[in-house]
C-alpha cells in the first residue's frame, strides 16, 4: 500500500524559503515516481514538479521553473521540494502523490482527473506579503 507523510510546510514571508519532505513506504521507491500538487482555499489542484525515482527525470510546473526544486533521496525513501523566492500565490496545501508511471505523474501536472497509485495528507505553506 502507498503511504505517504508529508512534512516542512509553514509560515513563511515573501522571498523566503521552505524545504517540504514526502517520505514513502509501502512500495519499492525506485520504481517510483513522486510528484508534488498544492490546492489553494478555493482553488482547483494544481501540479507542482515530479521526479523519477529510477532515473531523476524532472517536470516543473511554468509557475514555479527557476523557484523550486524537486530531488529524491533514494537511501531514505524521500522526495524533497525546495521553494525558494516563495509568493504570497504559492500558499496553498501542499500534497505528495506517488504512481508507477512518471509520464502519468506528468500529465496529472496539468490534468486533475488523473488518478495515482497513491497520496498523501498534505502539509500548509502559508506565505505572508
Known amino acids: 500500500e502507498v503511504q505517504l507523510v508529508e512534512s516542512g510546510g509553514g509560515l513563511v514571508q515573501a522571498g523566503g524559503s521552505l524545504r517540504l519532505s514526502c517520505a514513502a513506504s509501502g512500495f519499492t521507491f525506485d520504481d517510483y515516481a513522486i510528484g508534488w500538487f498544492r490546492q489553494a482555499p478555493g482553488k482547483e489542484r494544481e501540479g507542482v514538479a515530479c521526479?523519477?525515482?529510477?532515473?531523476?527525470?524532472?517536470s516543473y510546473e511554468d509557475s514555479v521553473k527557476g523557484r523550486f526544486t524537486i530531488s529524491s533521496d533514494n537511501a531514505e525513501n524521500t522526495v524533497y521540494l525546495q521553494m525558494n523566492s516563495l509568493k504570497p500565490e504559492d500558499t496553498a496545501v501542499y500534497y505528495c502523490?506517488?504512481?508507477?508511471?512518471?509520464?502519468?505523474?506528468?500529465?496529472?501536472?496539468?490534468?486533475?482527473?488523473?488518478?495515482?497509485?497513491?497520496w498523501g495528507k498534505g502539509t500548509l505553506v502559508t506565505v505572508s506579503s
Open positions: 521526479i523519477s525515482s529510477s532515473d531523476g527525470r524532472t
Open positions: 502523490a506517488a504512481d508507477r508511471k512518471y509520464d502519468l505523474l506528468v500529465r496529472a501536472l496539468t490534468d486533475t482527473l488523473v488518478a495515482t497509485d497513491g
